[in-house]
């Protein structure tokens, strides 16, 4: 039987080997695995998950999305891996020069003979400090009783206009319009306003203030601050003491739906009600038909069996399907070879048809003699002299050395005819050395005039 080799079972046995053997040249030699698998065996029961403060140095993420780093203070450093599906989850992007706070498992890489910290979380080690200034300022504004649960107002029923301040370009609008739609449609009055970075507090607290201040024909029986999902960092804006101090002065209605389930802020003691997401807020603000309710659920549940029946047969065919596809190697590997024997084939195709086609110029050239090329220039002469002297026959310019002329009359048109020269009017006359402008002064036809009758003197 072959032998297998687990590298805990060969801890403990180099564990036992340690403690039981002598001192001595006569102890037992341990191989190279079984001492490092020891050593980590010991490293990770000593100490397990620990909690670690530090600076990050030399953050690169692999291809395999995996990430390497070091933690260093001033006196230490110790090496770090984090798993591709822990770096995803990050609310941050880590870089060099961050002082962090991770958790996570002291082990050791047999592989190298190091030490390291497998990171299961990383935060900011900044963070402590907001959420310490976050909390004297909820104590202050808890002493004012702007958190009392007798300063809350019930939401209406059926409200018939629903304000929403919040980001007009993010994803939170959307799902708000499309939860009151499904829902029970109503009337939306949004008020853009920025949610996060400086300034964005004080255009939350104006566009609540905004909305109190409206005509009570066109102000919102209900309204919404909502915002998606995000660090203690993005979602700050909301713990400002000016929009707490202007959702808890709010003469409507107001639901607050900032961040997730798990974020909470000051936003979210000041208002009349807190909804744990945006879509939540959505459900909160309006009522569901009854009628609409039994039918969507009826064909939800209906939807949700048909698609789960295909869904299994489909899974079912395309796992029958994928034990019958040869791989894509096998499917590549015989076009690769073609593909090389043809680049083959061209090369030398290629390098004969050159030699045949110097071959055939080398007979075209020789075929050439001077005197028969001389006598094809002179016919050729010829015929161009031939043709030169038609050409010159039918110029209309060499019949003006002739002592005639033609007539142009506007436009440069070619006057033809005696109609066309009185019409006309001004002329121009173009002799072999120029050009002379004309008047026609009197226009004679071609028919003759009778002569005048002499009056009588008797």
């Known amino acids: 039987m072959a032998n297998s080799f687990s590298p805990s079972a060969t801890a403990d046995a180099a564990g036992r080997l340690l403690a039981d053997a002598p001192a001595g040249d006569n102890a037992p030699a341990l191989s190279v695995s079984e001492l490092a698998f020891a050593l980590k065996r010991v490293v990770e029961d000593r100490f397990g998950y620990v909690r670690l403060r530090g600076e990050i140095s030399g953050y690169k993420r692999a291809a395999s999305g995996h990430a390497y780093l070091t933690l260093k203070d001033e006196n230490a450093c110790l090496d770090a891996v984090m798993w591709k599906t822990g770096v995803a989850a990050l609310p941050f992007r880590p870089e060099d020069g961050l002082e962090v706070i991770a958790t996570g498992k002291i082990t050791t890489y047999p592989g190298r003979s ?37 300063r809350k107002q019930r939401l209406p029923f059926l409200p018939r206009r629903i304000g929403v301040v919040t980001s007009p370009t993010g ?131 209906r939807m949700e069996r048909c698609a789960r029946r295909y869904h299994e047969r489909g899974t079912e065919k395309l796992v029958a399907l994928a034990r019958l596809l040869p ?18 084939r061209l090369r030398r195709g290629l390098g004969r048809r050159v030699a045949d086609a110097r071959g055939e110029l080398a007979r075209a050239s020789g075929a050439l003699r001077p005197t028969l090329l001389r006598a094809r220039l002179d016919r050729a002469g010829e015929r161009l002299r031939a043709v030169w002297r038609l050409a010159q026959s039918v110029n209309p310019e060499s019949l003006l050395a002739r002592g005639y ?10 006057v033809t005819s005696a109609a066309a020269a009185r019409a006309a009017v001004a002329l121009r006359l173009h002799f072999a050395d120029g050009t002379v402008d004309a008047r026609i002064e009197r226009a004679t036809s071609g028919a003759k005039r009778e002569a005048p009758v002499q009056p009588s003197l008797l």
């Not at 936003?267 to 038909?289: G, K, Q, S």
């Not at 791989?327 to 083959?344: A, C, F, K, N, V």
């Open 114 to 150: 190091k030490y390291q910290i497998v990171i299961e979380r990383l935060e900011l080690a900044g963070e402590g400090a907001l959420m310490l200034l976050l909390e004297r300022l909820k104590q202050k504004l808890t002493a004012e009783g702007l958190f009392a649960s007798e």
């Open 171 to 301: 994803a939170v609008i959307r799902d708000i319009l499309h939860r009151l739609e499904d829902r029970c449609p109503s009337h939306v009055l949004v008020w853009p306003v920025q949610v996060q970075g400086q300034g964005a507090a004080e255009q939350v607290a104006a566009a609540i203030g905004g909305f109190c201040r409206m005509p009570e024909d066109r102000r919102p029986d209900l309204v919404i601050v909502a915002r998606g999902g995000g660090s203690i960092e993005d979602l700050w804006a909301f713990n400002e003491e000016v929009v707490v101090r202007a959702v808890a002065g709010c003469t409507i209605p107001i639901i607050s739906a900032v961040g997730h389930e798990t974020d909470t802020t000051l936003c979210d003691y000041a208002a009349d009600v807190r909804a744990p997401t945006p879509t939540a807020a959505a459900e909160m603000a309006v009522p569901v038909r009854a009628e609409l309710r039994a039918y969507v659920r009826d064909q939800g549940s």
């Open 327 to 344: 791989t894509p190697q096998s499917l590549l590997d015989p076009q690769r070879q073609r593909m090389d024997d043809l680049g083959e």
């Open 405 to 414: 002329a033609w007539v142009e009359g506007r436009g440069g048109a070619v």
